[in-house]
């Protein structure tokens, strides 16, 4: 069983959506979280970072993790064709050495 | 601007032959990292450096080797014992975790190796 599961969609949906994007993983010592968004030949670029259980949220994105179900999700309000990329997420626990997990990526593409 | 510099963006191996990718951040960050990046795998963990002088393998270390002689430079030898080379190369910082946080990582452009 991988560490932290990830549907790589792809996922299209209309300009002005809400946006869902989740991923699941099995290690209950991950307590750090961290969503990434990739263009196509960029490296990712850090969009939200949440410790522990509770709901973040940064301007159109909301990053929310649920523990207890070992859950999290990234919601993009009022989507913009800009958005249009691959989310990762990436959890890691709490541990010296820092090694994050990543998740596949979901390919999200906003239609005008 | 503070960030991540990786080089070349493109950079073809022949048979044979070692291939030097150039990781240099200005971000005044401890720790740094190596990671390969293959279509539907997800972004998986060559070698890691948490101090200059010092570094540790990760999941997929073998046929590649790094050196951490200065804080802002990560080179990464891809080396002709790698037999499967052709990926997108991620080099990432973050800041020295402390025992009680963990810091999150910040990536490179990335350079994308082919074989000739």
């Known amino acids: 069983q991988k560490e932290v599961e990830q549907d790589p969609g792809p996922l299209s949906v209309p300009e002005g959506a809400i946006v869902s994007l989740n991923c699941t993983y099995s290690?209950?010592?991950?307590?750090?979280f961290m969503w990434y968004r990739q263009y196509s030949r960029k490296g990712p670029e850090l969009l939200m970072y949440?410790?522990?259980?509770g709901n973040k949220e940064d301007g159109r994105f909301t990053a929310q993790v649920d523990k207890s179900s070992k859950y999290i999700s990234l919601f993009i309000r009022d989507s913009q064709p800009s958005d249009s990329a691959t989310y990762l997420c990436a959890m890691s626990s709490a541990r010296p050495g820092n090694q994050f997990y990543f998740g596949t990526g979901t390919s999200l593409t906003v239609i005008p | 601007d503070g960030g991540i510099t990786q080089s070349p963006k493109y950079l073809f191996r022949k048979e044979g032959q070692n291939v030097t990718l150039s990781c240099e951040q200005n971000?005044?960050?401890?720790?740094m990292y190596w990671y390969r990046q293959d279509p539907g795998q997800g972004l998986r963990l060559i070698y890691y450096?948490?101090?200059?002088?010092?570094?540790q393998k990760g999941d997929i270390a073998e046929g590649y080797s790094v050196s951490r002689e200065k804080k802002e430079s990560f080179p990464l030898t891809v080396t002709s014992a790698q037999k499967n080379p052709t990926a997108f190369y991620l080099c990432?910082?973050?800041?020295?975790?402390?025992?009680?946080?963990?810091?999150?990582?910040?990536f490179g452009d990335g350079t994308r190796l082919s074989i000739l």
């Open positions: 450096s948490q101090i200059v002088n010092d570094f």
């Open positions: 971000l005044n960050h401890d720790a």
């Open positions: 290690n209950s010592a991950f307590q750090y």
């Open positions: 949440t410790y522990s259980s």
């Open positions: 990432a910082s973050s800041s020295r975790p402390t025992t009680d946080s963990n810091q999150p990582q910040h």
